[in-house]
């Protein structure tokens, strides 16, 4: 029994690396960090050695950047067991309600993509409403500056005075600045979260500044009338261009929309499409037409500035 115990001391003392990187970064990330019961701190020791396996694989580093950039505090693992449960579910229910194995495969693979759907949704909505703050950024930024405070100062009173996600992402900067990384490597970790070229332009034009000298505020103003401008044109267009992309939506939606009312209403006519043979072709190639038009509206309303 003793030699028992030593083991499970052992084994709790002797923790895999992935718990303490994770406890950083959620210390980076502003979150509190309490201590749980036994069975939590089990699940949450089983759930960190799942995580040290799964850290290891090559679409490891790829996801957790996903999960970054749309600010959603779960690691890979739970991501991963998140996407394989709605899998389970959705065929589950699918294959309950409609007693048809393709409904079911067709459901299990629209389970398996909901969870990225909604990252991405999540990164577009982030991304949008950290770059409609951007101009404020830039103007708590000259006025510290011009104030007399040094470039820290002024990222700690931006992340002080503007709401998320602006204010997050400055305050995560400053977070890993007290760990000990530097000012310039914190600002390109918040550039690989927010994918902006307004803020890739921004950090260039405070790293170039840092390293040839210069007056930054100066620098900034320049920056902010290229931004706002750019801002004032992109708005422009989206407008000009609103009717095609909400035409897109509609053509999307609609057969969608119709497929679904009458297998409700009438499953048996409906399920004649699924059946093998030639007339599963129809339901496959309107997919197919759907998504390619679709894209191809998108990439035609795609305008860059």
């Not at 084994?11 to 990187?21: A, C, K, T």
């Not at 505020?217 to 992309?245: F, G």
Request: glycine fraction near 8%; aromatic fraction near 8%; include cysteine.
């Amino acid at each position: 029994m003793a030699v028992g115990m030593f083991i499970f001391g052992m084994s709790r003392v002797v923790q895999p690396s992935i718990d303490l990187q994770q406890r950083i970064e959620e210390w980076v990330r502003g979150e509190s960090w309490e201590d749980s019961d036994l069975a939590g701190e089990e699940a949450e020791s089983f759930l960190g050695r799942m995580e040290e396996e799964v850290g290891q694989r090559d679409f490891a580093a790829s996801i957790k950047e996903d999960l970054a950039q749309a600010d959603i505090t779960l690691t890979v693992t739970e991501y991963l067991l998140i996407r394989a449960g709605l899998v389970i579910l959705f065929g589950v229910i699918a294959y309950v309600l409609q007693h048809n194995l393709l409904i079911a495969l067709g459901m299990a693979v629209g389970g398996l993509f909901l969870p990225t759907i909604y990252v991405r949704a999540r990164q577009s909505q982030r991304l949008k409403k950290f770059d409609s703050q951007l101009p404020d950024v830039l103007d708590h930024l000259q006025g510290s500056l011009r104030a007399g405070y040094g470039l820290l100062q002024a990222v700690e009173w931006v992340s002080r005075q503007l709401p998320n996600p602006a204010g997050n992402e400055f305050d995560r900067v400053m977070r890993e600045v007290q760990l000990g990384i530097g000012l310039m490597d914190a600002l390109e970790n918040m550039v690989r979260r927010i994918p902006s070229d307004d803020l890739a332009l921004i950090v260039t034009a405070i790293k170039i500044q840092y390293e040839v000298g210069g007056s930054l505020a100066e620098i900034l103003e320049t920056v902010a009338h290229t931004i706002r401008e750019r801002v004032r044109i992109m708005r422009e267009i989206n407008v000009l261009t609103s009717q095609q992309r909400y035409s897109g939506y509609v053509l999307i939606i609609m057969p969608i929309a119709l497929a679904v009312f009458l297998v409700l209403t009438n499953p048996e006519y409906e399920m004649r499409l699924f059946e093998p043979g030639a007339t599963l072709c129809i339901p496959i190639g309107a997919a197919v037409l759907m998504v390619m038009g679709y894209f191809i509206m998108r990439r035609i309303i795609d305008i860059e500035v």
